[in-house]
């Protein structure tokens, strides 16, 4: 029985399947340097998360106009409901397509007119900006300065992309900026980086959420800290182990941070790059790590929990996990 899930890492770019780069590519003629789909398919076998995000951005070359980002987002939903998502906090990483050319303000017509065709879909979304962290915090502090002119439909902000080469204190400006206009704060920290790039997001930029924080096991204080004030981690196994977090799934962290309280989610981050969607990604870690009905409604529980949401829509997930887990405890 499928899970009624909140996917709360999920970049939109990384739900790009190679159908869909190929097929913009010839609408936009765009030339892209691979021969063919195998060619393509060929090159998804990655070393570590530079060399993904190296084919990740080379990538979006072909999402141009509003109507790319309008297909790439609807196809998203079509998915995620098939996968069992009810709700969903999607990132955007306006800067990657900004930065060889492209309008804001085209990418957001188009992601904006999909995203408000969610429930029809049967979900409800939100959208949150991730910031790059390979360019300067000036620039992510001026790309949100757009999106706020642009009146962008904006539910938080967050920080992505490489962790080694720089620190969280120069996107500062850009998260207190974000928070002065009401928004909520994620940051990806404790992937390829430390544990303390962890302690960074969460002293410096007061991030609500981490997103992986794998590696915060490493640090037994910090672990305590998350658990004592339920910082919500959002994890994301297959991405995990395609880009050599871990060496294989049963050894990825994931049962260790639920017996040590951590309020953790599990996600699909890239589904196009990494294997397969958050149904996928449940479906892994349940069989590996052999969870049960229990630890699911935990899972399940949490992504409810951690989801930026009101009262009432809180309410109605929450209903959804208690028949669904009511009714797998009755299948047994
Ligand atoms: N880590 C950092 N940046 C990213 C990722 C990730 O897993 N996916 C897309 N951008
Ligand atoms: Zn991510």
Redesign the pocket.
Known sequence: MQMPAVELHV?L??TLEPELILALAERNRVVLPYADMDDLRSRYSFTG?QS??DL?YANMAVLRTAEDFYDLTTAYLVRAREAGVRHAEV?L?IQAHTGRGIRAAEVLDGVKAALATSRDHGLTTGLIV?FL?HLPGAEALAALQELLALDAPLLGVGL????LTSHASEFAPAFDLARDHGLHTVA?AG??GPAQNVWDVLDILHAERV??GVRAMEDPVLVRRLAGERVPLTV?PL?NVR?RVVDTLADHPLRRMLEAGLVVTVNS??PAYFGGYVDENLRQVAEVLSLGPDELLTLARNGVEAAFVDGARRAELDAEVTTWHQRLVAQG
């Open positions: 970049h770019e990384g998360l993904f995000l990740y990132f990483d991730t962290r992505c992309s490489t962790e990806h992937e390829e997103d992986h994301c991405s880009l981050d890239d």
